[in-house]
């Protein structure tokens, strides 16, 4: 069985400020891993996903993430928070087989302040 | 190119009431999923289907049932609405491991 923890149901930073929301999983088999954003009354937009090979990952608006196997986390991180990245964002786990249903964590909202 | 198209967008129901909720893609994808997102519990699958005309049980499907009967289409519905299934409902769908989702539907019960 699969499933996310996302440590922290609300962070909140100043515009500027380092962003770092926690993920970790658990999976008997190599997981693949994704964050998703959500913005107010929208949909879900991929954001990054870690598959395969390199660990550390990028993905839009200047997010990064790093998958650490020993640690067993996907953290997400952006140098530098923009008001525009206010938002929620879920991280999300598969065994990687096409088909396989995506199974998310119970979200972050990330606030940032002027 | 549309992606994933939910309809309908909002809708308000009366306890025991039924509805259909609608989910179109245009990408041929072969996979397709509905979610409800609750606040604080993050998006949890009700149903789901693997090709035309198959459709599985998810972590939550009690209240729901769901055909796909064209392979573009996958209906949920909602036989006798309960206050317990106000959410907002999100579709998905995949080729491989990494899913597109349409813009959800809010349903409130009353």
């Known amino acids: 069985a699969q499933s996310v923890t996302q440590l922290g149901s609300h962070v909140s930073v100043s515009e500027g400020a380092l962003v770092l929301l926690r993920c970790n999983y658990s999976?008997?088999?190599?997981?693949?891993l994704f964050w998703y954003v959500q913005y107010p009354n929208q949909g879900l937009q991929l954001l990054l996903k870690y598959t395969t090979g390199a660990t550390l990952v990028k993905g839009i608006n200047g997010f990064e993430a790093e998958f650490k196997k020993s640690e067993t986390s996907f953290h997400l991180t952006k140098p530098s928070a923009h008001m525009s990245d206010a938002a929620e964002y879920f991280c999300?786990?598969?065994?990687?087989?096409?088909?396989?249903?995506?199974?998310f964590g119970k979200g972050t909202t990330l606030s940032v302040s002027s | 190119n549309a992606g994933v198209t939910q309809t309908p967008k909002f809708r308000v129901l009366k306890t025991g009431q039924s509805m259909t909720l609608l989910c179109a893609q245009d990408?041929?994808?072969?996979?397709m999923y509905w979610y409800r997102q609750d606040p604080g519990m993050g998006l949890r699958l009700i149903h789901y289907?693997?090709?035309?005309?198959?459709?599985a049980k998810g972590e939550v499907p009690d209240g729901y049932n769901v055909s796909r009967l064209k392979k573009q289409n996958f209906l949920l519905g909602l036989e006798s609405a309960a206050p317990s299934q106000t959410s907002v409902y999100f579709c998905a769908s995949s080729h491989g491991v990494e899913a597109f989702f349409g813009q959800g539907t809010r349903l409130t019960v009353v």
């Open positions: 999976s008997s088999v190599p997981p693949y």
């Open positions: 289907s693997v090709g035309e005309g198959t459709t």
């Open positions: 990408m041929n994808h072969e996979y």
């Open positions: 999300a786990v598969s065994n990687g087989q096409a088909g396989t249903a995506l199974i």
